[in-house]
């Protein structure tokens, strides 16, 4: 049996969640919400509840024992360190990133991790990848916006044309997409059911329709939550390629094809829509994750889905296809 290495999964620290109450402000603030003294809220609404598992790494391995997870790539998860100015979020990256290169000594066979960046400043970016990757980082997280930046802009070029001399994985993780407010999703939580798969789908597409791969491509991009809407919107995006002329005005190939240079991690909670995501990108270019410790993480339930997949691709999906991206011996 292959390894079972989870691409997409969280940690947060104490210092980190002090940093944002200090230097959060105004859009982001952590305060009590339904009995959880320590919800972030963002512009005034609930947005993601950190959990107890998100800050106890002896748990964190608890929890990989028990669901039979032998590697976990670990990350940041959203707001990232995208507040508070340069200053502190450059401190705040390099103290995540020195906190994961502390867990991945501490358990060297069960920890990798992700570097997390000041993506708002590409010199410091640069600068943190750098030292982010020689103590031990294998791939780099970014949100599927900046602050309602598209990861396209051109001010981000420094920081792809860095990650792709190095050939490293990105997890494109969503965050609340612009416009949440217009769209009225704060009601019954849609940021996280519909905004979150909407900001990840936005981006890969767009990445895709720019030419992104095409400029960078060593590329290997994991769109969270199995690439979100894309995998059942492959169709469209084609016709839309070929019958839109602004759909295609940078790229020759269509989308489908590029996005069989995509990888997606399997946080989908349905089996058809696994199923869809190894017959849109591919059975080498799906990853095991489960969102662990989220409230909606699911470390068995992931994992069983893969397990019920054919023989030959439950194994890639299991670890095979991350130990050849990430170089996971």
Request: charged fraction near 20%; charge should be neutral.
């Amino acid at each position: 049996m292959s390894l079972v290495i989870d691409v997409h999964t969280h940690m947060l620290s104490r210092p980190w969640l002090d940093m944002l109450k200090k230097h959060g402000g105004p859009r982001y603030t952590v305060k009590e919400a339904g009995g959880i003294p320590d919800v972030i809220h963002m512009d005034g609404a609930a947005f993601m509840t950190p959990m107890a598992g998100m800050f106890d790494w002896d748990l964190r391995i608890k929890a990989m024992d028990k669901g039979g997870v032998d590697i976990s790539v670990v990350s940041l998860t959203c707001p990232s360190v995208y507040w508070g100015g340069e200053d502190t979020s450059a401190s705040t990256a390099r103290m995540m990133n020195d906190d994961f290169a502390a867990a991945q000594a501490a358990h060297p066979d069960r920890i990798r991790w992700y570097a997390t960046l000041p993506w708002e400043y590409p010199q410091s970016a640069v600068a943190e990848l750098e030292r982010a990757v020689a103590n031990g980082a294998v791939g780099v997280m970014v949100l599927a916006n900046i602050v309602g930046a598209s990861l396209t802009a051109p001010q981000f070029a420094p920081i792809w044309q860095a990650i792709d001399r190095k050939k490293l994985p990105v997890l494109v993780h969503p965050t609340a997409p612009p416009g949440v407010g217009e769209m009225d999703m704060a009601t019954h939580s849609l940021t996280a059911s519909i905004g979150f798969t909407f900001d990840t789908s936005l981006a890969i597409a767009r990445c895709i329709s720019d030419g992104f791969l095409d400029r960078y491509p060593n590329l290997k991009l994991i769109a969270s939550h199995g690439g979100g809407a894309l995998p059942y919107l492959a169709g469209r995006l084609d016709i839309c390629h070929a019958k839109i002329p602004a759909c295609s005005a940078r790229t020759a190939d269509k989308p489908s094809n590029y996005l069989r240079r995509i990888y997606v991690d399997s946080v989908v909670f349905a089996q058809n829509a696994l199923q869809m995501c190894v017959d849109t990108v591919g059975p080498d270019n799906v990853l095991y994750g489960s969102d662990y410790p989220h409230n909606i993480g699911d470390i068995t339930g992931c994992l069983g889905r893969v397990n019920s997949l054919a023989e030959g691709v439950r194994q890639a999906v299991r670890g095979r296809n991350a130990q050849r991206i990430f170089n996971i011996t």
